[in-house]
């Protein structure tokens, strides 16, 4: 089992990016997905999931409204798209696959996921 998130870089203040999560020996459609990140110095933070239908979605409110998460299950990939980004979404991103393929109300749980992917290096110059 194998997610491979891809899509980082370096961008400036106020432009985009879009990360994208490709699985290899799992079939994301059985599972909800999620993205996080971990800032230099900091703890790994929940940013956003979404359900195996890809009907609902959850963010975090530092990203809500800039950030939408998407998934395309006749693919198997999972994408990020960040717009107005900030200095201080500079992070290593992480996508994770969910106990379930639905959201309950621990979500934001990082031990809760269950595969996760190497992370991608997002930097953001102010």
């Known amino acids: 089992v194998q997610l491979q998130a891809s899509g980082g870089g370096l961008v400036q203040a106020g432009g985009s990016l879009r990360l994208s999560c490709a699985a290899s020996g799992l079939t994301l459609s059985s599972y909800a997905m999620g993205w996080f990140r971990q800032a230099p110095g900091k703890e790994r933070e929940f940013v956003a999931a979404?359900?195996?239908?890809?009907?609902?979605?959850r963010y975090a409110d530092s990203v809500r409204g800039r950030f939408a998460i998407s998934r395309d299950n006749t693919k198997n990939t999972v994408s990020l798209q960040m717009n107005s980004l900030k200095a201080e979404d500079t992070a290593v991103y992480y996508c994770?696959?969910?106990?379930?393929?639905?959201?309950?109300?621990?979500?934001?749980?990082?031990?809760?996921?269950?595969?996760w992917g190497q992370g991608t290096l997002v930097t953001v110059s102010s």
């Open positions: 979404i359900v195996w239908s890809g009907t609902v979605t």
């Open positions: 994770a696959s969910y106990r379930h393929p639905y959201l309950d109300g621990s979500y934001s749980s990082e031990e809760l996921y269950i595969n």
